[in-house]
């Protein structure tokens, strides 16, 4: 792609940096912001920034926060002896969506995965352990992607836990609704199978 | 979409607001630089305002520029007796990238479309008109996407150079009606402005 003007050719490139933008999509979105009053691009690119410069991490949960202790976890109204164990951010944005939990995240950053070099010391495992120890946990329900580093993960952890009397869980694997069951793996189908519910439990 | 930090949100809402980026393309995009370095990202937030901040509009062409006149203009090697007339940036460097034209360019701005409210006072012509006047304008190409706005704005201008000696070309229709000029591969467009056609035999 040639272009007249280089200020117009760094910001394509920056754009195509990101995942997923190409050079085309990179410069439909740099000539709409050119459209755009030089006021609504400084703040594009001022909230970026400021985004990066000044975002921290939940001292207590690993989430993203704006101080030292995330929204969640600030939150009198959540309970703390329940804690969500989720492997990114991305999941707890997920599960808040469903408003369907009132508890407390633990934020791993990733799975135990021996291929990719993670081992249980690069991620958030130790200080988990610590809270289950120092806080009044009564659950810890574990919420990662249901493949072999999502069990290994709480195999694992489930193992440095046994002295503790925490009740640990897992959300209930299945099939997902709207999902069909012929498609379904046999793993996930069989294991569905085992963990039935009784129908009064399923309709509520 | 539920954030425990508003500094995430706000940066995701701003992604959010370019064209095609949803609100999960948006978290994608804002993870991705929460990963990166603070310097890049810092970097990729100047680059963007720096751009809409400094960008120019070249005097004579109408295409962007860092300065006064872009480097197209300014490049002594390209013809500046052979001007071709585009619509817009994008269609610039469409042409740019055949690397089949050596001449200089004439951004319009847009074609007539009443239907939009926009006639050719909005549009750049009055300029081109006196560019063809002024300066030893040979040839003019029209590389306008083929459609009755183009069509209509090609004529238009035809007619105001009636007394002109100029001669005035159309790219050739290798492009679909109806197409996207940014959209055609390098071939068919490099080829197009090889064949064109003098509009009288254009328009019959």
Redesign the interface.
């Known amino acids: ?8 050719e ?2 394509v490139n ?2 195509a ?5 190409g050079k ?2 990179a ?8 459209k ?1 009053e ?1 006021a609504e ?15 921290k991490f ?1 001292q207590r949960c690993h ?4 101080g030292d202790i ?3 976890c600030a939150n009198s109204q959540r309970k703390k002896e329940l804690i969500c164990v989720v492997e990114n ?2 999941d ?2 997920a599960i ?2 469903t ?1 369907q939990f009132n508890g407390t995240y633990h934020v791993l950053g990733g799975v135990i995965s021996p291929l990719d070099g993670i081992g249980p010391d690069q991620l958030n495992i130790e200080a988990l352990i610590q809270r289950v120890e120092k806080e009044q946990i009564e659950e810890l329900i574990f919420a990662l992607n249901p493949n072999i580093q999502g069990d290994t993960t709480i195999y694992y952890i489930q193992k440095k836990l046994q002295q503790s009397s925490v009740r640990v869980t897992t959300i209930a694997r299945g099939i997902a609704f709207g999902g069909e069951l012929e498609y379904a793996d046999e793993m996930t189908l069989g294991r569905s199978l085992q963990n039935r519910l009784p129908v009064e439990r399923y309709v509520k």
Do not use: W
């Open positions: 792609m040639q272009f007249s003007s280089s200020l117009l760094n910001a920056e754009f940096k990101l995942p997923g933008i085309k999509t410069l439909r979105l740099v000539l709409h912001l050119l755009q030089p691009v400084g703040q594009f690119s001022e909230v970026i920034a400021k985004m990066r410069a000044e975002i939940c989430n993203v926060a704006d995330c929204s969640i951010i991305r707890v944005i808040e969506s408003q």
